[in-house]
């Protein structure tokens, strides 16, 4: 077998890490490993601490799939799909993880999660049936913001409307009514943030523990 200089191997480590990053997929240290067919995860977990010594990465803690390129605003970490959202007739929300999808977050405090888009109520909205809505926990709601909401233990996917002191939560296709609930029924789960769309299947990434 070949000897490759130290450097080396760093630097292609670096670069694979980079794209990965820049795809908003940052790897794990395992992942390193098995990229570079390394015997020991530690020998990855050493090229990945001198990298961050160096100032090329940076490392954040408790997180294993914590490293980012410096100076960048935001950090990618992974929210977890939880299951399918109804945006059509009333279903109750599945809470399965079926995997994970890379999300930019702009705090580490976010809560954000994906939620599979199952009918077609909010098709107006450009948000169709199989795509994957992310949703952010939100305490505050306003006019006109798209949301995940629970009625009497049931999820949904609608705009948001206040009209006289009553909310509403209007669908965006005619074939569907607007809904009243009553306040003691609604709990607003969060904010739909963004929609991912994929026109062939995906496989959706798996957390791993370890590395």
Do not use: W
């Not at 992942?31 to 990945?48: D, G, I, N, P």
């Not at 992974?78 to 079926?98: K, S, Y």
């Not at 809904?179 to 995906?202: N, Q």
């Amino acid at each position: 077998m070949a000897y490759t200089k130290p450097g080396v191997t760093r630097n292609r480590i670096y670069q694979f890490v980079r794209q990965r990053l820049l795809d908003g997929e940052p790897p794990t240290v395992r992942e390193v490993q098995t990229a570079f067919h390394m015997r020991a995860v530690q020998s990855a977990k050493s090229h990945l601490d001198a990298l961050v010594k160096e100032g090329r990465l940076v490392k954040v803690p408790g997180k294993s799939r914590g490293y980012r390129l410096p100076g960048t605003k935001h950090s990618s970490r992974l929210a977890p799909i939880l299951g399918r959202v109804p945006a059509g007739p009333f279903n109750i929300a599945v809470e399965e993880i079926e995997g994970y999808i890379p999300v930019r977050f702009n705090s580490e405090e976010q809560t954000v999660f994906g939620l599979r888009v199952n009918g077609d109520s909010m098709m107006s909205a450009g948000i169709l049936h199989g795509d994957v809505v992310l949703v952010r926990s939100e305490s505050e709601i306003h006019q006109g913001d798209i949301v995940v909401a629970m009625i009497d233990g049931e999820a949904t996917i609608k705009e948001f409307r206040r009209v006289r002191n009553r909310i509403q939560l209007r669908p965006h296709n005619d074939a569907y009514p607007i809904l009243s609930p009553k306040p003691e029924d609604l709990t607003i789960i969060g904010k739909v943030i963004e929609v991912r769309r994929y026109l062939e299947a995906i496989s959706l990434i798996d957390e791993e523990l370890n590395g």
